[in-house]
Nanobody, 124 residues
Framework: VQLQASGGGLVQAGDSLRLSCAAS????????MGWFRQAPGKEREFVAA????????RISDSVKGRFTISRDNAKKTVYLQMNSLKPEDTAVYYC??????????????????WGQGTLVTVSS
């Protein structure tokens, strides 16, 4: 599956933003999907993941209560809703996916397909 992330931009602290990741191909509903981010000078980190049907979510502690992940299999799209944004959320956000089942444990190495990234900048 090929992935195309969009929705990034420049916002102020406290604002909300929704990222989208559109997938191509006919097997999107068999993919576990996730969002990762990479801030300048830092390593890529996990943000959120969602199972194939959307009934299981995992959210990083750093964004729990502010971010949520969802998907629309009919539209072949996964979303990241980001609320109460903070300057430390500034990063390039990547969507990613892997074919298979979600055990509930997130391992970055499992994600085989990656989008190109979309930049989110949060000003104070």
């Amino acid at each position: 599956v090929q992935l195309q992330a969009s929705g990034g931009g420049l916002v102020q602290a406290g604002d909300s933003l929704r990222l989208s990741c559109a997938a191509s191909g006919s097997t999107f509903n068999r993919y576990v999907m996730g969002w990762f981010r990479q801030a300048p000078g830092k390593e890529r980190e996990f943000v959120a993941a969602i199972s194939r049907t959307g009934n299981m979510l995992r959210i990083s502690d750093s964004v729990k209560g502010r971010f949520t992940i969802s998907r629309d299999n009919a539209k072949k799209t996964v979303y990241l809703q980001m609320n109460s944004l903070k300057p430390e959320d500034t990063a390039v956000y990547y969507c990613a996916g892997y074919f298979g089942w979600f055990s509930g444990t997130v391992r970055t190495a499992d994600f085989e397909s990656w989008g190109q990234g979309t930049l989110v900048t949060v000003s104070s």
